[in-house]
């Protein structure tokens, strides 16, 4: 064993100083172990012996490029130098062999392909024609751009709102691009959805609707985009923008319901459950998304309960909408803080097309520390109000409240009536009398100024004006010295 070793060694090292192929060496350390064997191989035979100067390589072309593959050859001599892919003969010495007109050779041996294709991926042997056949291989491989579909074509996806949508894209390519999902509104900076070519969405609701984007990349040339449309199904779903509508005779009323409903359909309307159809004085249509019932010229009869109501195949949605003589809400327009230490002046609000014919106040003052809380009982007055109108909708009233005891809260409630009745009793309404020591007769702005900037922290309200009334303090002190 040790013998065969150092012979090997030995016949190696005359190689070597006979030829001066250290050079040659060198370089096929670094190629192919099968090419070294060659090599050495040929040093056996001698410098006159034809030889590869160039190395086997894995070459890279896209789809549609040139590429040349190299072959060049010292010593050729009257040996034969052909380019064979597999078994078929491409060329011969300086003879084109294939009928492909792509193919050509260029300076001495190289072999130009231009327009590749995928099928021209494998490998090419450029082989020197002898007894004992010697070859340089290259491997080509041939890089696909992106191109990518949806699945299915059309790339339209239902699912039902609560349930999972399975949006896909098929991708080719080489080498096999990667997948990024996108809402296609987004912007493509932004992160993706998912990964690979299934993109899952569970739970989805209307807001899911939309079109998604499939980006497939694979670092050769531009990435390429799909698009997949989802819709959502899901009952209907109403929107009103008024529960209560105020009409009186002979005016004009339009009741206005809205639909979000990605699938057909049905809207109808509905008065106290009886099925409304269109007359003289009644319309339904549509605007967009709006439905409208409008009626004109009023009457007593078309007073009461309505109702839009919604159908598809997923469901039935219905909104009721009030329509009422009665006085509408009252609205409070006046502070929470009184400037006063026993009155308060509430201002209110009320829509009403009739006139007003009597107006119900209660209050009652609360008895409130840290740790307790209990209401006192209820004052009723009731108010005839002169004639006051805010618009030809709304009437304003104020009503100063008397005798009420310093630095206490009291709530307040308003009820309203016209000639088709009262109104809803209105919320309650909190207000605060002023305690002695507060002087200023700005303090109510302050106060209300500061209650909404600190957003009513007690806290803070009792800081400012301490601040506050020192500051005063000082300024009547600069003053006096001054003067
Ligand atoms: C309208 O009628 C429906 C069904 O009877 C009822 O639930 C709803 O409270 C009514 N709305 C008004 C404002 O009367
Ligand atoms: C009560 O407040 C209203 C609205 O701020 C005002 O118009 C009215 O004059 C006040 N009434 C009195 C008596 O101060
Ligand atoms: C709060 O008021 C109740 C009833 O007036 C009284 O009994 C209690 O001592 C008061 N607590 C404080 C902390 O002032």
């Given at each position: 064993m040790e013998k065969l070793w150092s012979s090997i060694l030995m016949f190696l090292l005359l190689i070597i100083r006979r030829n001066g192929l250290c050079q040659n060496f060198a370089e096929s350390f670094h190629s192919h172990p099968q090419q070294e064997q060659q090599q050495h191989h040929y040093g056996d035979i001698g410098t006159d012996e034809?030889?590869?100067?160039?190395?086997?390589?894995?070459?890279?072309?896209?789809?549609?490029?040139?590429?040349?593959?190299?072959?060049?050859?010292?010593?050729?001599?009257s040996y034969v130098l052909l380019w064979r892919r597999g078994a078929a003969v491409l060329t011969a010495q300086n003879l084109m062999v294939t009928r492909d007109a792509r193919f050509k050779m260029i300076d001495g041996y190289n072999l130009q392909i231009s327009n590749v294709r995928v099928t021209d991926a494998g490998d090419y042997v450029c082989q020197i024609g002898d007894v004992e056949p010697r070859d340089q291989v290259h491997t080509l491989e041939i890089l696909v751009p992106p191109s990518v579909r949806s699945v299915p074509d059309h790339g339209i996806i239902s699912a039902r709102q609560g349930g999972t949508a399975t949006l896909e894209c098929k991708a080719t390519g080489n080498p096999t691009p990667h997948i990024y999902w996108f809402r296609k509104t987004a912007k493509h900076s932004s992160m993706p959805l998912g990964e690979g070519p299934v993109l899952i969405l569970e739970q989805v609701g209307r807001q899911h609707s939309g079109t998604y984007q499939c980006k497939a990349e694979n670092g050769v040339r531009e990435a390429a985009y799909a698009d997949v449309n989802l819709k959502v199904l899901s009952p209907p779903e109403l929107s009103t923008e008024r529960q209560w509508i105020h009409a009186s005779e002979s005016c004009e009323i339009e009741i206005v319901c809205t639909l979000q409903s990605d699938m057909n359909t049905d809207v109808s309307w509905y008065q106290n459950s009886f099925m409304l159809e269109p007359t003289d004085r009644r319309t339904m249509y549509s605007r967009g998304n709006k439905y409208i019932l409008s009626i004109v010229n009023f009457r007593t009869t078309d007073f009461g309960n309505y109702s839009c109501v919604a159908d598809n195949s997923l469901g039935r949605t219905k909104k009721y909408i009030e329509v009422s003589g009665r006085p509408g809400p009252t609205e409070f327009l006046s502070s929470q803080y009184s400037s006063h230490l026993d009155r308060y002046n509430l201002t209110f609000k009320i829509e009403s097309l009739p006139d007003l014919d009597e107006i119900k106040l209660l209050y009652r003052k609360l008895m409130i520390n840290e740790t307790y809380q209990r209401p006192g009982n209820w004052n009723e007055l009731v108010l005839y109000p002169s004639v006051s109108r805010y618009d030809s909708r709304h009437f304003v009233m104020s009503y100063i409240i008397t005798k009420l005891e310093h630095n206490s809260v009291y709530e307040v409630m308003v009820q309203a009536k016209n000639r088709y009745g009262w109104n809803e009793v209105s919320d309650i309404h909190q207000f605060h009398t002023r305690s002695y020591g507060y002087v200023n007769e700005n303090m109510d702005f302050i106060i209300n100024s500061i209650s909404m900037t600190s957003s009513g922290s007690d806290i803070y309200r009792k800081k400012f004006i301490i601040i506050f009334i020192c500051c005063q303090f000082l300024a009547a002190f600069l003053l006096s010295v001054i003067t």
């Open positions: 034809p030889q590869f100067i160039t190395k086997g390589h894995l070459y890279r072309a896209v789809v549609g490029d040139t590429i040349v593959l190299p072959c060049k050859v010292k010593n050729l001599g």
